[in-house]
């Protein structure tokens, strides 16, 4: 049985807090959860002052525990995080990215400094890299109710990193404009109908509805 903050996750609405300030993502997770019960708001709709959590991790996991924990005990509402590690096959470990994919010799890079990054490191291997990324999710309900998943089910498809980017820039999702779907050879952006990350939208999906039965 859930105990302690139900009074906010009860009744037509779960609210729950996305640990993140990204627009994009924000948008994106409202999306991936229409037919839920789950209503989603980002961390720039808190209106008090917010440390952010340390990152220090080794796996996407370890991160989403870090920053989920580390937001809930500022907020003391049920949040969730989301981490990510990008893995590409046949590169030096120097340049294989893991957790640390926009954390570059310390620096963290952002928008087109970030995509800039990742267009050198395909044309050090010949213009093309093959990659996918791991996921990892955490609820954090109260402080003793925390639910973890980082499935294979949500791990995204093997994709393509060009060099050469798409005329079309999103700076919430930079690596977009480099990523090429391997079946068919085109960017993700120029397929008809595509439904970015859809598989792994499903996993997200199937995971917070089986956290959905949990409250009924």
Do not use: W
């Amino acid at each position: 049985m859930i105990i302690g903050m139900l009074d906010l996750i009860r009744g037509d609405e779960m609210k729950l807090i996305y640990a993140t300030k990204n627009n994009a993502k924000i948008q994106h997770m409202k999306e991936m959860l229409k037919g839920t019960t789950f209503k989603v708001s980002g961390l720039n709709e808190i209106n008090i002052n917010l440390k952010e959590p340390l990152e220090d991790g080794l796996t996407p996991l370890e991160n989403a525990i870090k920053k989920a924990k580390g937001y809930y005990k500022q907020i003391k509402q049920p949040v969730y995080s989301t981490d990510s590690a990008l893995f590409f096959e046949g590169v030096d470990d120097i340049d294989q990215p893991g957790v640390f994919i926009k954390r570059i010799n310390v620096e963290a890079l952002s928008g087109r400094d970030f995509q800039h990054y990742y267009m050198k490191i395909a044309k050090k291997y010949g213009g093309k890299l093959t990659a996918y990324y791991k996921n990892a999710i955490c609820v954090v309900i109260d402080e003793n109710t925390i639910y973890t998943h980082d499935g294979a089910d949500i791990c995204s498809e093997k994709f393509y990193i060009v060099d050469k980017p798409h005329s079309r820039f999103d700076a919430g999702f930079p690596l977009d404009s480099l990523s090429i779907e391997i079946e068919s050879g085109n960017y993700y952006y120029d397929i008809k109908d595509y439904t970015s990350k859809g598989d792994m939208d499903n996993g997200f999906k199937s995971f917070f509805k089986r956290l959905e039965k949990e409250f009924n």
